[in-house]
């Protein structure tokens, strides 16, 4: 009899539990423009031998830096969702050439000038995305992040 009971309170307490309204799901993410400047920026380059004498041994043949340039891309991480348009705004101020090279897009940036273009995140992941010039390889680079709409859902983007 009391073992009756017992589980009488126990099936009323778990009918009760799925009784219960299913908490409320976040809302849906909506996938949103995304504005990006992204400047080539000269870090360590032939001209800077001038100031800073120890880089002629650098840029010398079988130095540290023979062959290469040190760029990069400002900013050289870029976060989206997966849905996102990026519209990029690209500014090269320098007189070199660079390109901006993702999966699927490839953007040459010629000096002195800026190039627009629209990109669309599709899958979420890591992305890399670089400067193809091989004299740029392998400093100038960064990475496209793009999350999951499951992993912004219900906060404010
Ligand atoms: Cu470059």
Do not use: W
Not at 17 to 29: E, G, M, Q, T
Not at 91 to 120: M, S
């Amino acid at each position: 009899m009391r073992r009756s009971s017992a589980l009488s309170a126990v099936s009323i307490a778990l009918l009760a539990a799925c009784a219960a309204p299913p908490p409320p799901r976040p809302p849906a993410y909506k996938p949103q423009a995304r504005y990006v400047t992204v400047t080539t920026v000269a870090l360590m380059v032939k001209e800077d031998a001038g100031v800073l004498p120890f880089l002629k041994k650098d840029f010398a043949k079988g130095g540290v830096l023979d062959g290469k340039e040190v760029y990069g891309f400002e900013p050289s991480t870029i976060t989206v969702v997966a849905g996102d348009t990026i519209h990029f705004h690209f500014v090269n101020p320098e007189d070199d050439e660079h390109n901006f090279v993702l999966r699927d897009l490839f953007v040459k940036l010629p000096g002195q000038q800026v190039v627009d273009t629209t990109y669309v995140s599709r899958a979420p992941g890591i992305y890399d995305f670089a400067c193809a010039i091989p004299a740029h390889l392998p400093m100038m680079h960064g990475q496209l992040v793009v999350l999951a709409p499951s992993a912004v859902a219900g906060t404010a983007q």
